[in-house]
């Protein structure tokens, strides 16, 4: 195949889907009413400049959300925990920063290596689960995700200090939170500094799956664990650090904003990026590149879709439908290409051959 | 469940040895029920309001499991019952605002099936993998519900209910009866507090009283269920899929057909289990509502081995637990006694079958449960909340190695590749 072609049959699933996920919104909203322009207008019309900030920051998030969920499906492990690991990490990391036993930078260098710590250690539950006692990690970790967050509101109700009507951890000091990058001046906002730490994040995952052993033997086991093994890799062992890394990328999430502006933990806590995450890791086919491009892309309807509820009638939900909605039709695409391209092969092979035999264009079962 | 049944007895002496042992746990649990209650004077454990509290907060972890339960017996897992049921506390507002409330279940049916419908149309013919399209169902569901809400429910405000961004409340509920003279009678005795005779009363009482239609056609739905799948040849045909769908296919089964089947009734069930929270449970449609019990059914599910009579016990088990933070912190801490106990003698039962290591384990468990019992005054409400979960973990840590899923359960299969 041309380098043509394989970068157009690469991209052809992500376009199929987009379109496919405009015209279901578009009909949403006509349904509800609204015409469809209205809502397109907006979503596509320029961001203001804080709204760019907002963008950057937002998908920093989502793209170490989706790397943590990345990392467990390139070998099959279904990490549905994200949502708990990373609360729970959210919550321990703020209340060590918060109660400031170390100063500036420092404080801040040791929270960062605690919510790896408890995110991977929660992770690492469902592992362990998995390989002692072959439990399935997709129900130990929703089942670990409820205990995780029940457990950190339960720690914040306790040991929390009293703020409004709920409950938050010790602010952080001045000296142990970052300014922050002001590209658009000060009037749109600061870029967290910790944005940072999602760039890290995707060139360390993109070395780690393509340049170490460990990575191969990850990929390997993903795509056939009865090869893996007779190739000598301990699929056990693998199971429980993939887990372990997993949970702990996924213990960074909330980290750039929690040093940049967001000082404590508490009813402000951004919830529901764990599952944001899984969505984007499957939009971008879980390479780093593709969810850097997902991040953005969930980031950019979000923050454009908060103008709708000041401009329109339109509800900014809508933009959640788009959102499953390009998620369920992209692994659709992926699917319907690979069943294509499986049946070319076949055609292209039996005409090799030489063979007057019909085919059906049916693909091997796997 | 144990079924170490010697092969060579015939299926009636087998059927009168699973009633048999049925009937000692339930007496078993009785007496144990009764006995903690009289000895810590928490008579709230299983008092009728009690009872019937537990009882609404089974029915929709019950619907959301035996949902699961169909689809997975035709071998597709539906992780999306969250967002089926989130559609169906839609559906189920809006049917009831505009028609009527048995409408209203009807409509949840409806919605939660169009949630089986895409997971039909991309797990089925398309492929995909279940989970990521189970993932994809609950964004969507959750998005959808809160849109459709904001769009159709904002400017509702009639006699008939009270509508809001996130909300329709004040609706209509359906019917519900109370048996006259029994009610008053089984209330009266339960009131006693007598050891086992009181129990038994407020179990009376509870289901004669104020009992809704709805939680009767749960239980009915149940049933039908069990019979349809295990007792019928369509239901046969259908847990083929799940089991061989190659083998199903050779015989002139359509694989295809029955898994649609199979996922629409899933996603129906689910979403009436959301119909039953917005209308039975509560008195309207908030944003929210399900609060993951599409997943405490999914935990449910695998907890009753992928069978009616254990998801029953399961979501019963979760439902009470589900329903205690309404209760005192006194009743919970009773409880803790009774966990001990339940483990203790589970613990014996494993000891009698010779397994030494699983009931030292069991009995390790049952002895700190008592020692948390005895050394503390009351069980922070959130520890409650988390006991479903931890319950499936454990289960499934401890008896993973029991639980039998349907052989194919989960694998994409093409049509015609049986060859």
Known sequence: ?366 | MSTTVAPERSQATRAQWYARSWMAIVLGVLVAVSAVRIITGAHEIDSKGSLQAAIIATCPILMAAIGGMWSERSGVVNIGLEGQMILGTWGAAYFTYYYGPWQGIAGAALLGAVGGLIHAIATVTFGVDHIVSGVAINIIGLGAAKFLAEAYFKDLKSERGTGGVKQLVGLERPPSFTVPGVSDWASTLADKHWFVVSDLAAVLAAVTTRMSWVTLLVFALVALSAWILWKTSFGLRLRSCGENPQAAESLGVNVMRYKYVAVLVSGALAGIGGGYLALVSSSGFVTGQTNGRGFIGLAAMIFGNWRPGGILVGASMFGYTDSLPLRSTSTIHALLLLVAIGLIAFALFRLVKGQRNSAAVLAVFGLLFGLWYALTEEVPRDFTSMTPYIATLLVLAFASQRLRMPAADGQIYRKGSAG
Not at chain 1, 21 to 26: K, L, R, V
Not at chain 1, 172 to 177: G, P, Q, V, Y
Not at chain 1, 303 to 327: C, F, H, K, P, Y
């Open chain 1, 1 to 366: 195949m041309s380098i043509v072609s394989k970068v157009f049959t690469a991209l052809l699933a992500p376009l199929v889907a987009v379109v496919v996920a405009m015209i279901i919104t578009s009909v949403v909203v006509a349904a509800s009413g609204n015409p469809p322009m209205d809502f397109w207008s907006i979503i596509f019309s320029r961001p203001a400049d804080r709204v760019f900030v907002n963008i950057v920051n937002q998908s920093s998030m989502i793209f170490l959300s989706a790397l943590a969920a990345a990392i467990g499906f390139r070998m099959n492990l279904f990490n549905i925990g994200v949502e708990g690991q990373y609360t729970l990490a959210s919550y321990t990391a703020a209340a060590f920063a918060g109660a400031a036993f170390l100063p500036g930078k420092l404080n801040i260098f040791v929270s960062l290596l605690i919510a790896i710590a408890v995110g991977a250690i929660w992770a690492g539950i469902a592992g362990v689960l998995k390989v002692t006692r072959g439990v399935s990690e997709v129900i130990s970790t929703i089942m670990l995700n409820a205990i995780g967050i029940t457990m950190a509101g339960y720690l914040l109700l306790n040991y929390g200090q009293k703020y409004g009507s709920g409950r938050r951890t010790t602010p952080l000091e001045a000296s142990s939170e970052f300014q922050g990058w002001e590209p658009l001046g000060s009037a749109a906002g600061a870029v967290w500094s910790l944005v940072i730490l999602a760039l890290l994040a995707g060139v360390a995952f993109s070395v780690l799956i393509n340049r170490t052993r460990f990575g191969f033997d990850l990929r390997a086991t993903g795509m056939s664990e009865s090869a893996a093994v007779a190739s000598g890799v301990k699929v056990n062992r693998m199971v429980v650090i993939a887990m372990m890394l997993s949970g702990g990328i996924a213990g960074l999430i909330w980290m750039p904003a929690l040093f940049n502006g967001a000082h404590y933990y508490g009813p402000t806590f951004q919830a529901g990026l764990g599952f944001t995450g899984i969505a984007v890791a499957l939009l971008g086919r879980n390479r780093p590149l593709g969810i850097f491009f997902g991040a953005l892309l969930f980031a950019f309807l979000n923050e454009q879709s908060n103008r709708l509820t000041l401009e329109t009638d339109i509800s900014a939900n809508v933009v959640q439908i788009t959102q499953g909605v390009i998620v369920l039709a992209v692994v659709v695409a992926y699917e319907v290409v690979r069943r294509y391209k499986a049946a070319a092969e076949q055609r292209a092979v039996t005409k090799q051959l030489g063979e007057n035999r019909p085919t059906d264009g049916e693909a091997v079962p796997a």
